[in-house]
């Protein structure tokens, strides 16, 4: 299943640093704006021990693991709904993502520009999310007018589409994202229609920078308003030091660790942020595991077998008859599948039932 997520943020803030060290892969990033116009694409690996230890189990001769895909995005402008800078191009680059990854720095650099020459996360966070809702209130005001004439028709789909874009409206108006309006199950399809922009999840990239002055760790004031900020909008967010991923984006195990701590970096925020990014989307991940190969899925938290099925084969949805079901440190436990039969581990599952996170599953059809 094909996912993605849009790094936006301001110009020079570490987007497409963020995206190499995402993806081993160079794109373009100079310290001016614009730097990256046209938006690239990286398929980046998700980090999970679990698949590592069945490939072993089951001595696989591949190992292939579940994935999100990321899109560069090129920097926004204050205007930008209005088509400022590169507005237009920006704002359909994230209408075709399924999430946005926004990139705020919170590091002190005069050799590093920024638009303001001042760094505000809190003020970075408000244009862009702003520059969102504008373009978010056109969409939904210029289908307010369209509706109008299904409204007279007397179309009952125009009247209910009609109230749910009335409270978004109002939201919008009020500079709220679109994604606070509660929408019920006949409204959302169709107000899915119109990709609005703010009723993706936004998961808070901090970028910070080793040598750097990070408001995180001098716990200046403006770090202390981004933190309360996450907790009153129940936000997501990673803190990363893009640069130094970037840097070691080549390494790996412990020499990958070693030169972290000489560059002055802490943790691996990167991995932090495909997992959040993952987990952001509502995907879970099942696994398939034999000699030729092991191979985790991704679904839909809350997909039925029959449905999980379906990232493997659409067949599968319709064929389906029965699933051998184990967690997977149960099946790593055992030592085999006989001897988790024996336990009672190994379970045969119907149409109805809920696939978990970390199931390995062979589907009967």
């Known amino acids: 299943m094909s996912l993605s997520i849009g790094i936006v943020g301001l110009t020079n803030v570490g987007k497409s640093t963020l995206f190499n060290a995402l993806t081993k892969k160079s794109v373009l990033a100079a310290n001016y704006p614009f730097a990256t116009i046209d938006p690239s694409v990286g398929v980046v690996a998700v980090p999970d021990e679990r698949l590592s230890k069945l490939s072993e189990f089951s001595r696989s001769m591949k190992t292939i693991p579940a994935a999100v895909e990321f899109v560069d995005i090129a920097g926004l402008v204050k205007g930008a709904s209005e088509g400022q800078g590169l507005g237009n191009q920006f704002l359909t680059n994230i209408r075709e993502t399924d999430a946005i990854a926004e990139v705020v720095r919170i590091f002190e650099d005069p050799d590093i520009i ?20 504008l373009a978010d209130l056109q969409t939904v005001s210029k289908r307010i007018s369209n ?17 749910a874009l009335m409270r978004l409206e109002k939201a919008l108006s009020d500079g ?83 030169f972290r701590k000489e560059l002055g970096g802490k943790d691996d925020g990167i991995n932090n942020l495909i997992r959040a990014g993952y987990e952001m989307l509502g995907l879970i991940t099942y696994f398939t595991t ?53 336990k009672g581990w190994l379970r045969t599952e119907g149409k109805e039932y809920i696939v978990k996170d970390g199931d390995v599953i062979e589907f009967k059809i």
């Open 114 to 133: 920024h638009v303001d020459n001042w760094i505000d996360p809190m003020k970075d966070i408000e244009v862009i999310n702003l520059e969102l809702i």
């Open 176 to 258: 709220k994202l679109a994604g606070t309006v509660a929408l019920n199950e006949f409204e959302r399809p169709l107000i899915r229609n119109l990709h609005l922009l703010t009723v993706k999840p936004i998961l808070y990239v901090l970028n910070k920078k080793a040598g750097g002055v990070n408001l995180d760790e001098t716990n200046d004031e403006r770090f202390q308003k981004l933190m309360q900020f996450m907790k009153d909008t129940a936000s997501s967010y990673v803190i990363v030091d893009a640069k130094v991923e970037e840097d070691l984006k080549e390494m790996e195990g412990d020499e990958k660790e070693m």
């Open 147 to 163: 509706i109008k004439s299904d409204i007279k028709k007397g179309l009952k789909a125009a009247a209910i589409e009609n109230d």
């Open 290 to 342: 034999g000699e030729d190969e092991t191979r985790a899925w991704t679904i839909p938290r809350g997909f039925t077998a029959p449905l999980a099925g379906t990232a493997i084969h659409t067949d599968f949805k319709d064929k389906f008859v029965k699933a051998e079901v184990i967690e997977w440190n149960k099946l790593l436990e055992s030592g085999s599948y006989g001897a988790a039969r024996e």
